[in-house]
């Protein structure tokens, strides 16, 4: 069975930074994406970033590019956000998600189709104040 758990929200001023954690479960990290999504209130699902687990490419948003990193330990199977210069805008609940492993070496793995993503997290909240 597939599982991920998202932890490391919480309050942070406005500039300031987090890091987010994505443990995953029940995969080998061999080719599947891996993707950050977000979700305000009264907004979309916004995808953010993902990575592929096979050779560590990764992607981002325009939202987010040069301040948010997407990472990956295999060792741990976790998948890490390390957010900076965080802006009341990012507040959310941040989400992580595991896509089915690659067929095609190029394909790049989708930021912003949150259906690609077969399996989800519980969300972590990040509140980010002016």
């Known amino acids: 069975e597939v599982q991920l758990q998202a932890f490391g929200g919480g309050l942070v001023q406005d500039g300031g930074s987090l890091r987010l954690s994505c443990v995953v479960s029940?995969?080998?990290?061999?080719?599947?994406?891996i993707g950050w999504f977000r979700q305000a209130p009264g907004k979309e699902r916004e995808g953010i970033s993902c990575i592929d687990t096979g050779d560590n490419r990764t992607f981002y948003s325009d939202s987010v590019k040069g301040r948010f990193t997407i990472s990956s330990d295999v060792h741990k199977s976790t998948v890490y956000l390390q957010m900076n210069s965080l802006k009341p805008e990012d507040t959310a609940v941040y989400y992580c998600?595991?896509?089915?492993?690659?067929?095609?070496?190029?394909?790049?793995?989708?930021?912003?189709?949150?259906?690609?993503?077969?399996?989800w997290g519980q969300g972590t909240q990040v509140t980010v104040s002016s």
């Open positions: 029940g995969i080998t990290f061999d080719g599947h994406g």
């Open positions: 998600a595991s896509g089915p492993r690659r067929t095609v070496l190029s394909f790049q793995c989708p930021v912003s189709s949150p259906g690609y993503y077969g399996y």
